[in-house]
């Protein structure tokens, strides 16, 4: 009886031990950390997380929310963290787009606290040059930012290659629809950025914005970003339809992919059939900007129906 009540007591305190660790992490605070600084450079709300830090460490605090360098804190490990929240998926591993930056990173709102939004990059039929690849990437992240603090939970599916092939394009597709099944019964959207050749040495960013002709929501999510294009646009022309994908990877991603999906394409395509341009500022923080804005609008047309 006695080695039973042991084994039980054991199994207890083991299985309490496995769910605190589960549910929280130990950080030590640097000189010159609060606790708001220290929740921030853990991706971390402190308004929303500050009492319950503060519940968590009480022993271990000086004059009640002072921290001590010679002490660890426990973190909780939380689903809204932004080092979960905006993660890029490179060959099925998931790891976090924001670290050193997270301390300068603040919450906007939670307009899209139920918003799933994968983001891919276009590929060049050649290797792209160094300045394509920069303003790619910058441009990406900064999406992705503005997205996470509205609340989104955002996906950036890389490819590191330069061109894809349709049996290739099918690991892209089963990463998304993976992710997808998970977050079943949010709003989930799918965008496609592509920057052509020239991109770089234009003096403005020239876009057209696509869907697929047999998706209602992809072409409303095109619209609503091609109309806050529209409403920051440089030339008194006014575009007024978006246009269907012709690519036959596009094509592919769109029909087997889950979430509706929207294509963006920049530059000096070669594309005869492309003639819905729209000459917008070439700043990258602009432009971002405003495709969240089209996001929002998108998001919040689909509130107002439900």
């Known amino acids: 009886m006695k080695n039973s009540l042991i084994f039980i007591l054991g199994f207890i305190c083991f299985h309490s031990a496995m769910a605190q660790k589960k549910g929280f992490y130990k950080i030590s605070a640097?000189?010159?950390?609060?606790?708001?600084?220290?929740?921030?450079?853990q991706g971390l709300d402190p308004v929303k997380h500050y009492a319950e830090f503060i519940a968590l460490n009480?022993?271990?605090?000086?004059?009640?929310s002072e921290l001590r360098l010679d002490r660890e804190y426990l973190i909780p490990d939380t689903?809204?963290?932004?080092?979960?929240?905006?993660?890029?998926?490179?060959?099925?591993?998931?790891?976090?787009?924001?670290?050193?930056?997270?301390?300068?990173?603040?919450?906007?709102s939670e307009k899209l606290k139920n918003a799933v939004i994968?983001?891919?990059?276009g590929q060049q039929t050649s290797i792209e040059s160094n300045k394509i690849s920069v303003l790619k990437d910058e441009i990406m992240q900064q999406l992705a930012e503005k997205l996470m603090v509205h609340g989104a939970q955002v996906y950036l599916v890389e490819n590191k290659k330069s061109s894809v092939n349709i049996h290739e394009m099918g690991y892209y597709v089963e990463t998304i629809n993976k992710r997808y099944l998970k977050n079943s019964g949010k709003y989930q959207?799918?965008?496609?950025?592509?920057?052509n050749k020239g991109v770089t040495d234009s003096k403005y960013f020239d876009v057209s914005v696509f869907h697929h002709d047999n998706s209602a929501l992809g072409e409303r999510f095109a619209e609503?970003?091609?109309?806050?294009?529209?409403?920051?646009?440089i030339t008194k022309d006014r575009k007024t339809y978006t246009e269907v994908f012709s690519d036959k990877n596009t094509i592919y991603?769109?029909?087997?992919?889950?979430?509706?999906?929207?294509?963006i394409d920049i530059g000096d395509s070669k594309d005869p059939n492309i003639e819905e341009r729209i000459a917008i500022g070439k700043n990258e923080k602009d432009f971002t900007n405003m495709i969240t804005s089209g996001v929002l609008n998108d998001y919040a047309d689909i509130e107002i129906e439900e």
């Not at 640097?30 to 450079?41: A, F, N, Q």
């Not at 963290?81 to 099925?92: D, P, W």
């Not at 994968?118 to 990059?121: I, T």
């Not at 959207?189 to 920057?195: G, K, S, V, W, Y």
């Open 30 to 41: 640097e000189s010159g950390d609060g606790i708001y600084s220290l929740l921030r450079k």
């Open 189 to 195: 959207r799918l965008l496609l950025i592509n920057l």
């Open 118 to 121: 994968y983001l891919m990059a």
């Open 58 to 64: 009480e022993k271990n605090l000086t004059n009640g």
């Open 253 to 263: 991603l769109a029909k087997n992919a889950l979430p509706a999906i929207t294509l």
């Open 224 to 233: 609503n970003i091609q109309h806050i294009f529209n409403e920051n646009r």
């Open 79 to 108: 689903p809204d963290s932004y080092r979960k929240k905006a993660v890029s998926i490179t060959n099925g591993k998931e790891l976090s787009l924001f670290e050193k930056e997270l301390a300068q990173i603040s919450p906007k």
